[in-house]
Structure formats: C-alpha cells, structure tokens
C-alpha cells in the first residue's frame, strides 16, 4: 500500500475520531445540560453537518468555511439545518482564533450571505471579555476543538420564537456552570478543557 493512501486512510479515521467527540460533546454537554434548547431537536432529525478542517493555517480554514458557507446555503434545511465546522490542526491559541472570527464574518459578506447565515463559535480555551482563565462559566463555549458553528438565521428565528425565554438562555448557563462545578465539567469527560486544568497553556488575558 502506498504511502499516500496510507496517509488518506489514517486521516478518514483521524476525522472519525473528531465527529465522535463533537457528537460525545454535544450529547452530553450541550443537549443534557440543555445549554442550547435548539440543539436537540436538529441532532435527533440528523440535521446537524459535521464538517472536518484538514487547514493548517487561517488562509487554509477561510477556503474550508467558504465551501461550507456555500454549501449550507444550498442544501435542503430539512437535510442540513446548521454545521459544526471542526479544526484540530490549528487555532490552538484562543486569540489566534477570535482574530479569526473578524475573517470569517466579512466572509458572510463576501458572498452575500448575512443575515441569511451566522457564525458562532466554540474553543477548548474560550474566554468570555472580563473573566479570568479558571471561571467555571467559559466552559459554556469551550468544546473539544477549535469549532465554527454555521447557522441559518431563518431557523434561528423559528428557534427563539418557539422558546420565548432565549434571552436568558446566557444568564440560565452560567448558573448551571456554576452549580457543575469545575469537578462536575470534567466527570462529562467531553474533551473539553475544563477550567481550572493547567495542563495546557493559555494567556490570562481578556478575550472574547
């Protein structure tokens, strides 16, 4: 066997690996924690598109979100309602990220898709704007990987409209958070990293 479908082979599985931990992390996470009440209705229908980055640097990641921009825009909501755009290979650094996120939503405009399609985001070291490192609440948008969320704003919409409490979605997670506890988060085993592990390094500077 040739060392290229070698490679080929070992990256579909590789890839494997990823989708089942997002799948692990919003199962258990997102969904029994209810952190998001829109998001078990699209897992159970199959509506959620798992997209792997295979980019090694944010020029690579902006062609890989522009094809998945484009093809959730195309696609029939009622196969593919929103996308989970996974990146293991780089943006390890949370601020090398959130830079990023300014790329990705001129991106929207470039194709002519605001107000049609948002981006939200999720990082393995997120940190909300005037919280330290080990607040327990980060852990609300910290996933296993770098993760750029695609979503139509017509279902988003739909989504607020049949749960009219939304707007306090935001306050209702912390206090969940808070109430798990940073021992709580870890016995999820979500692959996220939970606040208060020090095994990795990260800035303590306000971000987000």
């Known amino acids: 066997m040739s060392e290229s479908v070698v490679s080929s082979v070992d990256l579909v599985a590789r890839d494997a690996i990823v989708v ?12 029994d924690l209810n952190l998001c009440p829109f998001a078990k209705g699209v897992h159970v229908k199959g509506q959620i598109h798992y997209a792997v980055s295979h980019a090694t640097d944010g020029r690579g990641l902006l062609q890989d979100l522009q094809r998945e921009l484009e093809a959730l825009a195309e696609a029939s909501p009622e196969k593919r309602d929103t996308t ?3 990146v293991p290979d780089c943006m390890e650094d949370f601020l090398d990220f959130n830079d990023f996120l300014e790329l990705a939503d001129e991106m929207l405009d470039v194709l002519d898709l605001g107000g049609i399609l948002q981006i939200a985001s999720f990082h393995p070291q997120f940190q909300f704007d005037g919280t330290v490192l080990d607040d327990i609440t980060n852990a609300t948008n910290r996933a296993p990987y770098p993760t750029l969320h695609l979503i139509r704003e017509e279902s988003l919409d739909a989504a607020v409209e049949a749960f009219p409490e939304a707007e306090m979605i935001y306050e209702r997670n912390m206090e969940v958070l808070r109430k798990l506890g940073p021992e709580g988060w870890k016995a999820l085993d979500v692959g996220a990293r939970c606040p208060m592990q020090h095994d990795q390094p990260s800035s303590d500077k306000d971000k987000a």
């Open 20 to 31: 089942q931990d997002m799948v692990r992390w919003l199962e258990r996470a997102v969904i």
């Open 84 to 86: 989970l755009l996974m």
